[in-house]
């Protein structure tokens, strides 16, 4: 079964920059083969898609918040979400998701992403 961990968070300043890692273990855990996505959920709100990478070289999508400063990139163990020019609103916990084979994925379907990783909090001070 598909095992993910984020790491990456932390404090910074406005405008500075992150870049979060969603490592995969477990058994033929070849990111490649999976759609990986990253969802946030900022304190008394509910959890929102941030982008998403398809499986196979398979196309990314970022929310508007996240377009433009923002980019998901991935290798066969870790996928990436670096993050720039962050804001206060972007403080949160930050987490990734995946599942295998999906060609097309949306970030706003929760239900796409099976294995989810316990998060990683980002906090993005004025």
């Known amino acids: 079964q598909l095992q993910l961990a984020e790491s990456g968070g932390g404090l910074v300043q406005a405008g500075g920059s992150l870049r979060l890692s969603c490592a995969a273990s477990?058994?033929?855990?070849?990111?490649?083969?999976?759609?990986i996505g990253w969802f946030r959920q900022a304190p008394g709100k509910e959890r929102e898609g941030i982008s998403c990478i398809s499986s196979r070289g398979g196309s990314a999508r970022y929310a508007d918040s996240a377009q433009g400063r923002f980019a998901i990139s991935r290798d066969s163990r870790t996928v990436y979400l670096q993050m720039d020019n962050l804001q206060p609103a972007d403080t949160g916990v930050y987490y990734c998701?995946?599942?295998?084979?999906?060609?097309?994925?949306?970030?706003?379907?929760?239900?796409?992403?099976?294995?989810w990783g316990r998060g990683t909090q980002v906090t993005v001070a004025s």
């Open positions: 998701a995946g599942r295998g084979h999906i060609y097309d994925c949306d970030y706003h379907d929760f239900n796409q992403f099976a294995s």
């Open positions: 477990g058994f033929g855990a070849d990111l490649e083969n999976y759609a």
